[in-house]
């Protein structure tokens, strides 16, 4: 029998999107039996020194082959007590993410925009909208800042940083503000497949009434050999490694209505979903798991450095992001014929694409990972 899933076609429109996630997320828990409860999103994270920092509550592991991740859902809902999957909030991106900043900046730079094939047009190519800007604290083991802004589709171009400071405000820390000013340099790129979905995690002897919403996702991902995602010598390919990524993060909470929880009463209990939920992840993978301390966008600056690409070799190609929404660019040619450009949508696409290195499709992962 096909398994349903309703919000696969709101995947272009994220304002009904997230009406529709909030409505199968509140039928969840009125099938837990639980009424009168109101939802809150993670709030902000009050440091020692009372600085607002936006932070993102998420803990992952790296694992060599997305079959390896088969029957997740299932494997968690019987090694996690009390977490229980909620019914139709599966989806599903595609999406190109590219490294903006190098191995010794002191935050990440991220830039990613989500791809879709056109009405009728051959799935193996897929064109970006939605551009999305980035940065947060490296690693990801602990809970990490992140700050990020969706670009205007008719000028990707335009200066991040006032549209930070305007979503942000007073909690965009300085040094956040003035990393945010240096000017991006493309160091590479991944092409990432998700399959997602959401849960709920109680625990009373914990975390008393507070019921914490989880989103979980399953990523298969190709990075790039080289920062224009050209043919590579060294790895015979124009991609240099392909992995897969179980994450988990705290969306959200419910909390009785009329009830107000303190700062760090919250954070308690979202750390330990986090490590309720990391216990017998890691139990159940740690015969495949990858020891990396990296998050995805770091993995991309690791690679590229191991193909032994220089940083003079990055600043002499200088990228530009906003070219991969083009299908060519003005100003590259092939270096063989100097009268054909290059066309960088066709180079980023075989991050997807490439034959023997295909990501497969995200209902292919919705259906492994049930």
């Known amino acids: 029998m096909a398994i349903e899933r309703p919000l696969f076609k709101h995947v272009r429109d994220h304002a009904t999107l997230f009406v529709e996630m909030a409505k199968v997320r509140d039928q969840a828990l009125e099938a837990l039996g639980l009424s009168g409860y109101e939802y809150h999103k993670t709030p902000k994270f009050i440091g020692p020194d009372g600085q607002r920092l936006n932070i993102e509550p998420e803990r992952s592991i790296v694992v060599p082959s997305v079959g ?85 589709e008719d000028n990707p171009s335009q200066d991040p940083v006032p549209l930070m400071i305007e979503k942000f405000g007073e909690d965009l820390p300085d040094d956040v503000r003035h990393f945010a000013q240096v000017p991006p340099l493309v160091h590479g790129w991944m092409g990432v497949k998700r399959a997602a979905f959401e849960a709920l995690y109680q625990n009373k002897a914990a975390m008393g009434d507070l019921v914490m919403c989880v989103g979980m996702s399953v990523d298969a991902y190709n990075i790039g050999a080289n920062p224009d995602l050209s043919y590579s010598e060294e790895v015979d390919s124009s991609i240099a ?20 929880h303190g700062h760090d009463e919250i954070w308690q209990a979202i750390n330990h979903t986090l490590e309720a939920i990391g216990g017998p992840v890691n139990d159940i993978y740690q015969n495949v798991i990858i020891p990396i301390n990296e998050s995805k966008t770091e993995r991309i600056l690791t690679t590229i450095r191991e193909q032994g690409i220089t940083e003079e070799h990055i600043r002499h190609l200088d990228l530009q992001p906003w070219e991969f929404l083009q299908t060519t660019s003005e100003h590259r040619v092939k270096s063989h014929d100097p009268s054909r450009k290059v066309n960088l949508l066709g180079r980023l696409n075989r991050l997807f694409y490439q034959p023997e290195r295909k990501l497969p499709s995200i209902k292919t992962m919705h259906d492994l990972i049930e």
Not at 110 to 136: A, V
Request: hydrophobic share 35%; aromatic share 12%.
């Open 241 to 260: 490694v392909s992995n897969a990524e179980l994450e988990w993060e705290i969306m959200g909470y419910y909390a009785p209505s009329g009830e107000h």
């Open 68 to 152: 390896l991740l088969r029957g997740v859902k299932s494997l968690l809902a019987d090694s996690v007590q009390t977490f229980t999957s909620i019914a139709n909030s599966d989806i599903g991106y595609r999406y190109p993410t590219a490294a903006l900043a190098g191995l010794d900046a002191p935050f990440i730079k991220r830039l990613r925009s989500e791809y879709f094939h056109r009405i009728d047009e051959d799935r193996s190519i897929c064109r970006p909208i939605n551009l999305s800007y980035g940065i947060k604290s490296r690693g990801k083991g602990d809970n990490r800042q992140e700050y990020e802004v969706w670009l205007p």
